[in-house]
Antibody, heavy 120, light 108 residues
Framework: EVHLVESGGGLIQPGGSLRLSCAASAFTFRRYWMHWVRQAPGKGLVWVSRINGDGSSESYADSVRGRFTVSRDNAKDTLYLEMDSLRAEDTAVYYC?????????????WGQGTLVTVSS | SYVLTQPPSVSVAPGQTARITCGGDNVGSTDVHWYQQKPGQAPVLVISYDTDRPSGIPERFSGSNSRNTATLTISRVEAGDEADYYC???????????FGTGTTVTVL
């Protein structure tokens, strides 16, 4: 069974940095595009970023471009999200998700999420 | 940026049919996917490519997409279908993935 486990969330002050990780198992990680999606408390899903299988192509939502960086280590089956210059509005549960059919346009497996709270 | 608009809430009696719409400019020309999210849980894919049901999703869930509206239909609604539902597409012009505003389904 495909398994995605996020970690690295926590309480961080505005302007700070945080790195999230997503450990993948039970599938050939390097073949699949991966995404980060976030959800502020009581709000809807918001797409954040995606990366292709070999890490050579990335895409970001306008709200995080220039502050967040997505990367992956295919040797460790792990996806990352480096978040800099954090703002209160970045407070959310962050989910990693796998793309269906390796590079399709839907997300077939999701982790349980990790909570990031940006507050002084 | 592309916007997908959903009704905030839909209420339905058990055994009846719930229809959740997802409106967007010419949304019928692209693939729309649907997710179910129950409180405290991660989203679950229920429909991909407008009409395809992943393995394990009941036949009661179906989808359609035409012109400016995609629709998720839940037939013979059960109490366990209470959840938030989101549509999603890939905007090829920006290489951005877009989620709808979300709809809370309440079973009366």
């Amino acid at each position: 069974e495909v398994h995605l486990v996020e970690s690295g969330g926590g309480l961080i002050q505005p302007g700070g940095s945080l790195r999230l990780s997503c450990a993948a198992s039970a599938f050939t990680f390097r073949r699949y595009w991966m995404h980060w999606v976030r959800q502020a408390p009581g709000k809807g899903l918001v797409w954040v970023s995606r990366i292709n299988g070999d890490g050579s192509s990335e895409s970001y939502a306008d709200s995080v471009r220039g502050r967040f960086t997505v990367s992956r280590d295919n040797a460790k089956d792990t996806l990352y999200l480096e978040m800099d210059s954090l703002r209160a509005e970045d407070t959310a549960v962050y989910y990693c998700a796998r793309v269906g059919e390796q590079s399709g346009s839907y997300l077939d497996y999701w982790g349980q999420g990790t909570l990031v709270t940006v507050s002084s | 940026s592309y916007v997908l608009t959903q009704p905030p809430s839909v209420s339905v009696a058990p055994g009846q049919t719930a229809r959740i719409t997802c409106g967007g400019d010419n949304v019928g020309s692209t693939d729309v996917h649907w997710y179910q999210q129950k409180p405290g849980q991660a989203p679950v894919l229920v429909i991909s490519y407008d009409t395809d049901r992943p393995s394990g999703i009941p036949e009661r869930f179906s989808g359609s997409n035409s012109r400016n509206t995609a629709t998720l239909t839940i037939s013979r609604v059960e109490a366990g279908d209470e959840a938030d539902y989101y549509c999603q597409l890939w905007d090829s012009s920006t290489d951005h993935y877009v989620f709808g505003t979300g709809t809370t389904v309440t079973v009366l």
